[in-house]
């Protein structure tokens, strides 16, 4: 018997804990724990990884980490009401789960963990996106994380995997997809929680990669995306008006026409014109 199988059933611990799930904390929660061991296997090999996982809740997919071989779980959970029932699975797999009650945001614990390290979590959707900008956009690359295997609402999560020429493409595309190969593995529908959200969610797998994908500073990227992309339907020698006076012949350099659209620019032409941005 695996240790899985000691621990009561999820809705039991709900139960016994007073779990009534808040709206104010994104509590949506999964109690299929063959749907969480399947979200699990999708993050990569967890027997040689340190996880850490954010808002784990009740422990659905705590407990996935653990019975599929995670070798350790770090869990950042800001309700207090669910640290028992959390208490109860760091016993059931001794050494191997430690919690912290605290805001994610607040707290940055990739720094205390040894690597390779794996961020596996379903996010409250009010701080998911905030989250995955940070983890994003570190100071050095490549960063201490080696994956993110993340549920989003499926909106967002179209968005970090969109291609140019399409409605969803944007900053999310581009900062993602710079750096890591990002793809959706799983699409889950709204009844697959407790209490359903009003939304289908899916489940997004992020790769790092060693190095950029195009040379550029990530600071002028990050800047020049967020400009072209804050007007999108303006073409980009009017978005980007004010952020050089030659502003046109940069965009000519790098191979847009000033008449273009933001949606309509592949990354590699991002990257070019965020090293021109670059030159005095
Ligand atoms: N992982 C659990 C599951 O799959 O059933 C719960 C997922 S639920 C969508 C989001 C969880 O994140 C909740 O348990 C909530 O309390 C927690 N949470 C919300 N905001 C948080 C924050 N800023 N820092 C840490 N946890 C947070």
């Given amino acids: 018997m695996s240790a899985i199988d000691t621990l009561p059933p999820l809705r039991e611990v709900i139960t016994t804990h007073g779990l009534v799930a ?19 296997r999708q993050a990569g090999d967890l027997a040689d990884s340190d996880i850490l996982e954010i808002g784990p809740g009740p422990g659905g997919l705590t407990r996935g980490l653990l019975a599929e071989g995670a070798r350790r779980v770090l869990a950042i959970e800001k309700d207090q009401r669910c640290m028992p029932a959390l208490d109860q699975i760091a016993q059931a797999y001794p050494g191997r789960l430690q919690v912290i009650n605290g805001d994610a945001l607040e707290i940055n614990p990739l720094d205390h963990l040894t690597p390779p390290v794996r961020v ?9 996106t905030e989250l995955l900008v940070r983890w994003l956009t570190p100071a050095v690359w490549p960063p201490v994380w080696t994956s993110l295997t993340l549920m989003f609402q499926r909106e967002v999560a179209e968005r970090i995997v969109a291609q140019p020429g399409s409605k969803a493409y944007g900053r999310l595309a581009l900062l993602a997809q710079w750096r890591s190969n990002a793809r959706i593995v799983l699409n ?63 965009l000519l350099a790098a191979g847009i026409k000033p008449t273009d659209r933001a949606e309509t620019i592949d990354l590699e032409r991002f990257c070019a014109l965020a090293r021109l941005m670059a030159q005095p």
């Fill in 22 to 40: 808040k709206k104010a904390l994104g509590q949506n929660f999964l109690l299929d724990l063959n749907l969480t061991a399947k979200i699990a």
């Fill in 120 to 128: 596996v979590a379903n996010l409250p959707y009010n701080v998911g």
């Fill in 188 to 250: 889950l529908p709204p009844e697959a929680f407790s209490p359903p959200p009003k939304v289908s969610s899916a489940v997004v797998h992020i790769e790092a990669l060693a190095a950029p994908r195009y040379p550029c500073d990530a600071k002028v990227l990050e800047r020049i995306v967020a400009q072209a992309f804050n007007q999108r339907r303006k073409m980009l020698r009017a978005a980007l008006k004010g952020a050089a006076p030659d502003i046109e012949d940069r």
